[in-house]
């Protein structure tokens, strides 16, 4: 079975604080698919970003990045320079496959991230 | 992206009533999702929609309480019936989007039943 844990619940920083989003997986799958999105207070999913369990490249988007590491199941997300905003909940998720019926989603509980000005 | 959209935004039902929610998506495709959130909490997945065949529903969740129909490749319907204040959620349809590609959202239907 597959899960994903949060286990920080809620996060407060002040604006231009940098701050990291922790997400640890468990799959048996050797192939996989893992997700951040992003839910603001108006209440939609925001996709964020896709990553495969074959590819463990770092990526970079903005003041965004993600740092995967299959050796520790984890797929953190940090924030630089963190703005109002960036408050919102995000969620880290994690799919067997892209297409079809196992390309539904597994999701973490959330943390809600709130930037002060 | 995809476009995702769903009908009604929002609603407020009595206890006993059903309330049928639509999702219209912006291209063919076989499988869609229905996801329920609950206040404060994660989304769960309730169903998955496959054109031209039955509903597959996971764990803790029924064909006579949510029943789903797939009448074509873009459009979907999830039925709340007999309404309880405990399903209060939004509830909220998601597609992938093409090969390779990732699975988009709709805005959600919050739905209050009092």
């Known amino acids: 079975a597959q899960k994903v844990t949060q286990a920080q619940t809620e996060i407060s920083v002040v604006e231009k604080e940098d701050v990291t989003l922790d997400c640890v997986y468990e799959?048996?799958?050797?192939?996989?698919?893992l997700f951040w999105y992003k839910q603001p207070p108006s209440g939609e999913l925001v996709f964020l970003i896709r990553r495969n369990s074959f590819d463990e490249q770092n990526e970079i988007s903005g003041r965004y990045s993600w740092n995967f590491q299959k050796s520790t199941s984890s797929f953190n997300f940090t924030i630089t320079a963190s703005q109002v905003v960036d408050s919102a909940v995000y969620f880290c998720?994690?799919?067997?496959?892209?297409?079809?019926?196992?390309?539904?989603?597994?999701f973490g509980k959330g943390i809600t991230l709130s930037v002060r000005p | 992206s995809a476009v995702i959209s769903q009908k009604p935004s929002r609603d407020i039902c009595q206890r006993g009533t059903s309330l049928t929610i639509q999702c219209q998506v912006d291209?063919?495709?076989?499988?869609m999702f229905w996801y329920r959130q609950q206040p404060g909490q994660s989304l769960t997945l309730i169903a998955t929609a496959n054109q031209g065949s039955e509903a597959t529903y996971e764990s803790g969740f029924v064909i006579d309480k949510f029943p789903i129909s797939r009448p074509n490749l873009t459009f979907s319907t999830l039925t709340v019936s007999n309404m309880s204040p405990e399903d209060s959620s939004i509830y909220l349809c998601s597609r992938t989007s093409g090969e390779g590609e990732t699975q988009y959202f709709g805005p959600g239907t919050r739905l209050l039943v009092l």
């Open positions: 291209s063919q495709v076989t499988m």
């Open positions: 998720a994690l799919s067997e496959a892209i297409t079809g019926a196992n390309s539904k989603l597994t």
């Open positions: 799959t048996r799958d050797t192939t996989y698919y």
